[in-house]
């Protein structure tokens, strides 16, 4: 069992509506990422926070927008998608640069998003 | 620009016997190189991993090699079996930054019973 939790597992909203994707970890992991996936291909990086601070976004549209409330969570807020945006969306934590940093994503099970 | 190149796109093994993939990376400033394992709806889950320091890894059945002078590395599962079947991802990261993977294309392996 994934210690990375994301919810919902599925998500289907309209071009207009505005809609959140939350994920949990409980290992101590001070770092956090959000990831992209398209079928068939590799995950693809948005944001990391580290010390809930945002530490790198990689240049993902304004629609999508980043929240990290403490340690533990982490939050991806949905607004006025496009279609082409329908992915699976994945959360990851690690401990961050210069700690017990060993390399290792824990990755969590995602969430499959859907924009009619 | 840093890129991991992997092959095969997809490979059938029957049971029982050795799934090879293939990583080929550009930037020598990569120094770890984990082997992602992802099943249908499922997040990836590392499975393997390796450093430059040494040139060889093996966990059960799953061996890493590392060919640093070639900047090749290349993941060989031995009696293959169907519970093995998904896709595997060769990953490459830099230790002195944060864990942003630059993950290979990906491999679909399908062990036939």
């Known amino acids: 069992d994934t210690e990375v939790t994301q919810t919902p597992k599925h998500l289907v909203m309209g071009m207009t509506n505005k809609k959140s994707l939350k994920c949990e970890q409980h290992?101590?992991?001070?770092?956090m990422y959000w990831y992209k996936q398209k079928a068939k291909k590799p995950p693809e990086l948005m944001f990391v926070y580290s010390y809930e601070k945002l530490s790198i976004n990689e240049s993902v549209p304004s629609r999508f927008s980043p929240e990290c409330p403490n340690s533990s969570l982490l939050n991806l807020h949905l607004h006025a998608l496009q279609p082409e945006d329908s992915a699976l969306y994945l959360c990851?934590?690690?401990?961050?640069?210069?700690?017990?940093?060993?390399?290792?994503?824990?990755f969590g099970e995602g969430s499959r998003l859907t924009v009619l | 620009q840093q890129q991991v190149k992997q092959s095969p796109q997809s490979l059938i093994v029957q049971k029982g016997g050795i799934s090879i993939i293939n990583c080929a990376y550009e930037n020598t400033a990569f120094d770890y190189f984990p082997w992602y394992q992802q099943f249908p709806g499922k997040g990836p889950a590392l499975l393997i991993a390796?450093?430059?320091?040494?040139s060889e890894k093996k966990e059960g059945r799953f061996t890493i090699s590392f060919n640093k002078s070639a900047k090749q590395f290349s993941l060989h599962i031995m009696d293959s079996q169907p519970g093995d079947s998904a896709t595997y991802f060769c990953a490459a990261s830099m230790d002195s930054g944060y864990s942003t993977l630059t993950f290979g294309k990906g491999t679909m392996l399908l062990v036939s019973p």
């Open positions: 290992m101590g992991h001070r770092a």
């Open positions: 390796i450093r430059p320091d040494v």
């Open positions: 990851a934590s690690s401990h961050p640069p210069g700690t017990l940093n060993t390399g290792e994503l824990f």
